[in-house]
């Protein structure tokens, strides 16, 4: 399913419905996982475009998606699992797009929280903090560092620095490796929990970096 599709998330829907009447099951659970990185920057060297593309998967998908399926939810008295970041907690220069994007889901999943709590159905909020995935990969991010700083004016270059750009990258590949934990099995515990415990907490904070913020 493309999230950023309305005619994706439609047809999905469509198939979930065909399966939910042909096996005669219920929705119990719908878990809001896509995300993107996007470019990471000081803001002077983004542009709106920037933001939309990250907000586009991170948070209009996620609302999309759980506009659709909302329903099925609401009739089951099921569970709506939405995964928000540690950047709502620790809201770091050059990560615009991201930390908005993800501190606009925790905004959402706390109206939803209260929208449907009459109806039975709990929202719950998947916390991460820095786990190596896809999103984490050097060389690409070290790309990606190029691309936004050559694309800049060169002014706006002079003024951070000729240096400025092989600084950032070379933080990155010192300190990222450092903080990225390899073993994410407990975050694929804690959906786990989100989705059949009884009594699921509203909140799973997860990784040593959350615990200290």
Not at 132 to 161: F, H
Not at 167 to 178: D, Q, R, T, V
Request: proline share 3%.
């Amino acid at each position: 399913m493309d999230v950023t599709d309305d005619e994706s998330v439609r047809k999905s829907r469509e198939i979930v419905d065909t399966v939910l009447r042909e096996k005669n099951l219920v929705f119990h659970a719908l878990i809001n996982n896509a995300g993107v990185r996007g470019n990471i920057f000081y803001d002077d060297f983004l542009t709106v475009e920037d933001y939309k593309d990250v907000w586009e998967v991170n948070t209009y998908g996620v609302i999309r998606v759980t506009q659709m399926f909302r329903d099925l939810i609401k009739k089951s008295r099921g569970r709506i699992v939405m995964c928000s970041s540690a950047s709502i907690l620790f809201i770091s220069p050059s990560h615009g797009p991201y930390a908005s994007s993800k501190c606009a889901v925790h905004a959402y999943t706390t109206v939803l929280r209260h929208e449907l709590q009459p109806y039975g159905v709990d929202v719950i909020e998947i916390l991460p903090g820095s786990f190596k995935t896809g999103m984490s990969n050097l060389d690409s991010m070290q790309k990606m560092l190029d691309t936004v700083w050559y694309r800049a004016s060169q002014k706006l270059r002079d003024e951070y620095g000729h240096n400025y750009n092989e600084k950032a990258k070379k933080f990155i590949k010192e300190f990222g490796p450092k903080m990225w934990v390899k073993d994410f099995t407990c975050v694929t515990n804690s959906y786990y929990e989100a989705i059949v415990a009884r009594r699921p907490k509203l909140l799973y904070q997860i990784g040593w970096d959350v615990l200290l913020m």
